[in-house]
């Protein structure tokens, strides 16, 4: 990476991320600010960002377990031409999300997927990588319990189970593509909810999103079954009767507990994407 960027006449400061300290400490006048790692150490250096009030752009190298939003963004997945797609790219302006003052890049959830990545030890995600979280999903799925969630927003009102709660920046969690028709740049967030009111109809959810991902089917961005609620929103209220025994989780974190305001800052983020990079 180093040797890439000073090819490119950069100054390179190479900085082990500390997480007990802001790593913008010292580093306030930076004119470009490169993240190898995963969503969760993206996220956390936006927070970083943010808290200081500062606007520096981002440049990603996806070097984690799945690098969601560095594959929304359109970056290679290998790490020299990764590097290259940066120096050569573009700058533009995305949405963030924020959950109860938190920001998050990629994805805000909780239920079975929230539960899994939160129990998947990191030696497992480091060797297996998205595989990892699919197997863990499996093996918890027969156990797992529905939570009942309420929703609040001008485009709808919820109050029923949620198997699956996805409030989506990008597209994709794990990989897995749930939100067909989201752009990071639009101003909105995609809700979706995977009720789980019964077993047949949460074994088609779950295998409709399988389908989609397998490419057995053709993305249709309204195209989804019944059992699955989906909307866009800028700023909604989510919250569930057993707050103290529900956890959430953002980019692969540990979120806040509910009840949770989300909303969408638009056009909050300034980041490098490659110049020749696919709107779809």
């Not at 297996?128 to 979280?133: D, E, I, R, V």
């Not at 929103?233 to 806040?256: A, H, K, L, W, Y």
């Not at 909303?263 to 779809?280: F, M, N, Q, S, Y």
């Amino acid at each position: 990476i180093c040797t890439v960027f000073r090819a490119y006449g950069y100054e390179i400061t190479p900085q082990p991320i500390d997480f007990e300290a802001n790593p913008f400490d010292g580093n306030e006048q930076i004119s470009l600010m490169v993240v190898a790692g995963g969503d969760g150490t993206v996220n956390y250096v936006v927070n970083s960002m943010k808290s200081k009030g500062l606007d520096i752009p981002l440049g990603v190298i996806p070097a984690g377990t799945a690098n969601d939003f560095a594959g929304m963004l359109g970056v290679p997945g290998d790490i020299s031409r990764a590097c290259r797609a940066i120096l050569d790219g573009e700058e533009q302006r995305v949405d963030l999300g924020v959950a109860g003052g938190e920001r998050f890049v990629n994805v805000f959830s909780c239920g079975l997927f929230t539960d899994v990545s939160q129990k998947t030890p990191t030696v497992l995600k480091n060797n297996f990588g998205k595989l990892a979280y699919y197997f863990g999903g499996l093996g918890e799925l027969p156990n797992f319990r529905k939570m009942h969630i309420t929703i609040r927003s001008e485009e709808v009102d919820y109050d029923g189970t949620s198997l699956i709660f996805f409030v989506f920046n990008g597209r994709t969690a794990g990989k897995m593509r749930f939100a067909y028709s989201a752009e990071i740049d639009d101003g909105l967030l995609d809700v979706i909810v995977v009720k789980g009111d019964g077993p047949i109809g949460t074994l088609r959810a779950l295998f409709h999103f399988i389908r989609q991902n397998a490419g057995l089917r053709r993305l249709d961005p309204g195209d989804y079954p019944e059992g699955v609620l989906h909307f866009k929103s800028r700023d909604f209220v989510v919250d569930s009767p057993m707050r103290r025994n529900e956890v959430t989780d953002i980019d692969g974190q540990p979120g806040p507990r509910f009840p949770v305001r989300i909303t969408c800052e638009a056009g909050a983020l300034r980041v490098i994407r490659p110049a020749h990079h696919r709107k779809d």
